[in-house]
């Protein structure tokens, strides 16, 4: 593959992750969301029983655990999301969604 032709899928791919990304924050703030904070809530969404570490969070987002713990300190104020400690690593969260949650996140 020639350096122009990859150059041009580069491109194509960055204007449609740029369009994405748009779509998402301009849902977000419908919702009084940041992006990432929407990310936050669709990670424990899609993960299995609807909960998750937080370090995997943070992981996935390529975000720093105080960020992540912000977002999450904000969203149990709201009562949408419970922390608790992981049995197999007291240095990690399980972060999960409370009923109020789930019936926030349909919405």
């Known amino acids: 593959m020639e350096f122009e ?3 041009t899928y580069v491109n194509k791919y960055c204007k449609l992750r740029d ?3 748009a779509a998402y924050e301009m ?3 419908k919702h009084n969301l940041t992006a990432r904070e929407l ?3 669709d990670i424990i969404w899609f993960a299995p029983n609807k909960c998750c ?3 995997e969070i943070c992981e996935r987002l ?3 655990k105080q960020t992540i713990s912000a977002i999450i300190k904000k969203f ?3 009562g949408y999301v419970s922390l608790e400690v992981s049995p197999d690593d007291r240095r990690n969260k399980i972060v999960r969604f ?6 926030y996140e349909k919405t």
């Open 5 to 7: 032709e990859v150059r």
């Open 19 to 21: 369009v994405q990304f």
């Open 27 to 29: 849902y977000a703030r």
């Open 39 to 41: 990310f936050v809530l």
């Open 53 to 55: 570490l937080q370090s």
């Open 62 to 64: 390529s975000a720093t």
């Open 76 to 78: 149990m104020k709201s």
């Open 98 to 103: 409370t009923n109020s949650g789930m019936d």
